[in-house]
Structure formats: C-alpha cells, structure tokens
C-alpha cells in the first residue's frame, strides 16, 4: 500500500525504502502521520497496557488511563468483572472521571450537564430529560440505550490489564504468543503485584523515539555509565535478544558475569566503560536471589506501547502515552510483591532509583530522544541507519543488533499500510 494511501495525498511523504533498515525522520515529525497512527495503531487491533488488577481491587474502585490520546476509565462492577471504556461524555464529550482514581463508586456523573453511566460505561440517565414543567427536555424519539462512550474489550494476564478498542484483535495471548507470555509469567511468577511508587515522567519527543530506545538493546551498555559503571550490563555478559514474529514485541535479557570481566572490549572501541564516581551507599546494589535462571536484566516491551522492566529486583510497568508528535509522557509503576519479606521490599525500594526521570540508569533515556528531535528537526527527508546485527527482525544470541527495532517498524508499517 502506498504512503498516500492512508496520508493526505497533497502532503504525501517522500516513500519509505523497501526493507528494515532504513527509517525516514518524517516519521517522527508530521502532524498527518501522528493523526493516523491514533486510528490504525492505538484504535486498531492491538492491546495496550491499562493498569492493574489491584488498582480496581474491590467493586466500585476506579482508576483512569488512555490508548494513544484516548482517555480511558478501568472499572470493578459488583460482580467482580473489570471493564473499561472511553473516557468521554456522549452528551458533548467531556470527561467523565476528572480525577486519576476512585473508590466505592456506584456511578459516575458527568460534571458538565449530569448525564450518568453504570461501571460498565453505559448510559442510565439523562438530567431533566423529560424537561421543566412539561417544557423543553429531550425529544420523544431519544433513546438512552442508542448513546454511550465507546466499550473496549478487557483482557488481564498475571495482575496486569490490558485493552483493545478492536473487535479484530486476537485473544490477548494470541497476540503476545508464547515466548512473550513466558517471560512475563517469568517476572510474576504467579506472584500478585502491589504498587510502591507511581509517578509520570514528560519525553521532549515523539512516543516512537523512545520505543526505538527500549527495543535499542546494545546502546545501554554504552550511554548509561552507571551501568559499566558497576557492571550491571555490559555486551560482554552472557545474553540474548527474542523477537515476535510480527516484530513487535521483544526481549532482550542478560546475567550479571560472575567475577572480574575487563573492560577491553570497551578500551579496543574508546569507549568509556567506568567513572570516578562511587556510590555513598553501596547497598543500593544489594539486591536479592530471585530469579532461579540468574537473569538478572530482562526488557520486555509489548507493541505498542507497554514495557516490563526488571532490572535486578527492580520491577517496574511502564506505559508511554503520546501528547503530540513532539512530545509524550512516560507513566511508571513501581512493583512489588504481596509476598516480599521487609528485607525484600527495601531492596526493592532502593533499586527503584536505578529507574525513573532521575534515576542512576534511566535517566539518559529521557532526554537522549530529546537529542534525537532536535538533531533532525531540518532533516525530515533524511534516513536512520539500522543495519547493526544485520537486517532482518529475528531474535538473537547477541545484543550488538538492532534486530528488535527493525523489528517495531516491521510492526508499525504493516498496521500503518506504509
């Protein structure tokens, strides 16, 4: 299909080349393609990340969300069902639920004019419907049941919610498939999550741009010093990276090398691998054993938007919300476990400043996309290079690839007709 096929064909972007290795930086930029990534992409048949179980624990409770720009509300009825539904007024489109979570709900009410939904999202009433004094109201051919925000279909695994807008979109592990839902079974391990911290961190960048970073699994041993640092994650450590066959989702995983590794790798390519700095306090490093199979850093993204992070006993959901084709924002949940000892729990507390928009780690990655935009912001009809590790989208023994990028484009220009 041709890029005019789906964009205004007055504005039609220079064409794509054939192949995985190559991607324009329009991509990034344009009004029009962000526009019709929000239909094809976020209300197309794929499942996004929503909350979690425990964020609508018991009936009535409530959190609010979103796909892509769209405003979601995640419900617990009476009966125990989760539901979810478009955050939006079908009387004249304002939000329903202005706050970010509730409990004991009923019902909600729309502020503007009154109009009130059940916790499924479906409209029960109608302020003054009937009118004043036999005057005004609604017309005798309104019908209730006709209106309504727009209901998604609701899929849960291990504790985490998940959503979809299509009636097309296979089952939700049909849609992970089975390697991807083995390595999220792994980081659960049946276990139910509670939620440490929550916070939202502001990307200067298009949403993409920081999903090209997390499926980026060989620039973190170099842009992240902390991490050769102390040797958390260098390319000389034993790991691997898995692909989808759609090329969607990915892993890309790696154990800590017990004893000494060197740093020649590192010194042949004059490349920086350690600091003069040194922790203060040095447990924070003093994690626990809780993987049996010694990973000890596994990155799991979901296409498109979801990540699941565990970085030493750092356990993290991440969600990216787009808000414009500049900019985004980056939700974190910070995770534990119903059953961590007090010990567990600490370890846990302090690794989470590995991650976040201040973290020893993560804090490269929030502003490097911002170096990205700026650095092509006259280049639109310019192209990236992504031939590290070859050019197809297959997983790989190696983390030196760019595999499960060109993997995410395989994704993105197959839902976007490109």
């Known amino acids: 299909m041709s890029d005019a096929s789906i964009l205004d064909a ?27 990534e929000q239909k094809r992409v976020f209300q197309g048949p794929c499942w996004s ?4 179980e425990t964020d609508v624990r018991e009936p009535g409770d409530w959190r609010a969300t979103a796909i892509g720009e769209a405003p979601i509300v995640v419900t617990r009825d009476d009966k125990g069902a989760i539901h979810a539904f478009e955050n939006r007024c079908a009387h004249r489109g304002s939000l329903i639920c202005i706050d970010d979570a509730g409990k004991g709900a009923k019902q909600f009410s729309c502020v503007y004019h009154a109009w009130s ?34 209901k998604l279909r609701v899929e849960t695994i291990e504790g985490m919610v998940f959503g979809t807008f299509s009636a097309e979109a296979p ?8 390697e991807i839902v083995s390595r999220v079974e792994r980081v659960f391990r049946g276990r139910k999550p509670v939620v440490l911290s929550r916070f939202t961190q502001a990307l200067p960048n ?24 102390f040797e958390i994650n260098r390319l000389s450590q034993t790991g691997a990276i898995i692909v989808d066959e759609s090329g969607g989702h990915h892993v890309s995983y790696s154990q800590i090398a017990r004893g000494p590794t060197g740093n020649a790798e590192y010194s ?15 447990s924070l490093l003093h994690g626990f054993n809780e993987y049996p199979d010694g990973i000890t850093l596994q990155i799991l993204s979901v296409f498109p938007c979801f990540v699941l992070q565990q970085i030493q006993n750092s ?8 808000r414009g084709p500049g900019e985004a924002d980056l939700n974190w949940t910070i995770l534990g476990f119903e059953d961590d000892t007090p010990e567990e729990r600490m370890a846990r507390l302090k690794q989470a400043n590995l991650v976040g928009p201040a973290g020893f780690i993560s804090m490269e990655d929030g502003c490097v996309g911002g170096f990205v935009r700026r650095g092509v912001a006259g280049a639109s009809d310019e192209l990236a290079v992504l031939e590290m590790g070859g050019h197809d989208a297959r997983g790989s023994e190696s983390r030196v690839t760019e595999a499960s990028i060109r993997g995410f484009w395989q994704a993105y220009r197959a839902r976007m007709g490109i």
């Open 10 to 36: 007055a504005t039609a972007p220079s064409h794509w080349p054939e192949g995985l290795t190559r991607v324009p930086y329009w991509v990034f930029q344009r009004p029009d393609v962000y526009d019709a």
């Open 117 to 150: 939904y059940d916790l499924e999202g479906t409209l029960t009433g109608v302020a003054f419907k009937n009118g004043v004094k036999g005057k005004g109201g609604m017309p005798p051919e309104f019908r209730i049941g006709d209106h309504g925000p727009r």
């Open 171 to 178: 089952a939700l592990r049909d849609y992970l498939g089975p």
């Open 206 to 229: 298009n949403w993409k741009l920081y999903i090209e970073n997390v499926k980026d699994s060989y620039h973190a041993s170099i842009l992240h010093l902390f991490f050769t640092t």
């Open 315 to 322: 356990i993290a959901c991440r969600q990216v919300i787009p």
């Open 268 to 282: 042949a390519q004059a490349i920086r691998s350690d600091s003069q700095y040194k922790l203060a306090d040095p």
């Open 49 to 52: 990340y929503l909350c979690l």
